[in-house]
């Protein structure tokens, strides 16, 4: 079955410094991957996706992230953090086939950066 | 261009009871999905409505019911709530649907509290 791994429940990073929030998957066929993100009390905000391409995609707020065929990965990255990147980051993958395909999430992973 | 729209946004309910929830999805998308939020489950796919139609659907217990109008606006219904049905309920709506690779996005959410 498809399916998506977030494998970190949480990550903590002191701010100025690189982030990577990562994310597995299992898919049959060619992945359609997703990163959103939620801050407190509001609803989930698109990052990014990855259809085709190149497999470094650039999205909002100086993220981007890699994707690894070979690996099964699509891990966030940026950079340089900042406290304000301080919220929940899921990623999500398409599932299924024909009309009955859906996106899959992960649990979800808990940025902290610290000043 | 205004965004998804969710109500109400916070509503307490007694087990046994029925609530609805609204949501307007942007102008021109024709998919509606529906999620249940829970911090243990992370997001659960509820259903998606296209075109008025049900194109896909999670694995809940049929308590737990959707439609779309004609506009594209949807309603998704929960009767006989129990306590275990607490969650934030997100909508969210995309041109054709996520399994064409279109981004969703989402509303701020319905928090819904069963008493």
């Known amino acids: 079955a498809q399916s998506v791994a977030q494998p970190e429940d949480q990550v903590n990073v002191a701010e100025g410094n690189p982030l990577t929030v990562k994310c597995t998957y299992s898919?049959?066929?060619?992945?359609?991957l997703f990163w959103y993100v939620q801050y407190p009390n509001r609803g989930l905000q698109f990052l990014l996706k990855?259809?085709?391409?190149d497999n470094l995609v650039k999205g909002s707020y100086g993220f981007e992230a890699e994707f690894n065929k070979s690996q099964t990965s699509f891990h966030l990255k940026k950079p340089s953090a900042l406290v304000s990147d301080s919220a929940l980051y899921f990623c999500?993958?398409?599932?299924?086939?024909?009309?009955?395909?859906?996106?899959?999430w992960g649990l979800g992973t808990s940025l902290a950066v610290n000043p | 261009k205004a965004g998804v729209t969710q109500t109400p946004r916070y509503l307490i309910k007694t087990r046994g009871q029925q609530v609805t929830l609204s949501c307007s999805p942007i102008?021109?998308?024709?998919?509606v999905s529906w999620y249940q939020q829970t911090p243990g489950q992370g997001l659960q796919f509820l259903f998606e409505y296209f075109s008025e139609t049900q194109r896909n659907k999670g694995n809940f217990p049929g308590r737990f019911s959707g439609r779309q109008f004609s506009n594209s606006r949807s309603e998704m219904n929960v009767s006989t709530l129990e306590l275990g049905d607490s969650a934030l309920y997100l909508c969210?709506?995309?041109?054709?649907?996520?399994?064409?690779?279109?981004?969703?996005?989402f509303g701020e959410g319905s928090w819904l509290t069963v008493v």
């Open positions: 999500a993958v398409r599932d299924g086939a024909g009309n009955n395909r859906k996106l899959i």
């Open positions: 102008s021109g998308h024709r998919s």
């Open positions: 969210a709506s995309s041109p054709v649907g996520a399994g064409s690779g279109n981004t969703i996005y």
């Open positions: 990855y259809i085709t391409g």
């Open positions: 898919v049959s066929g060619n992945p359609y």
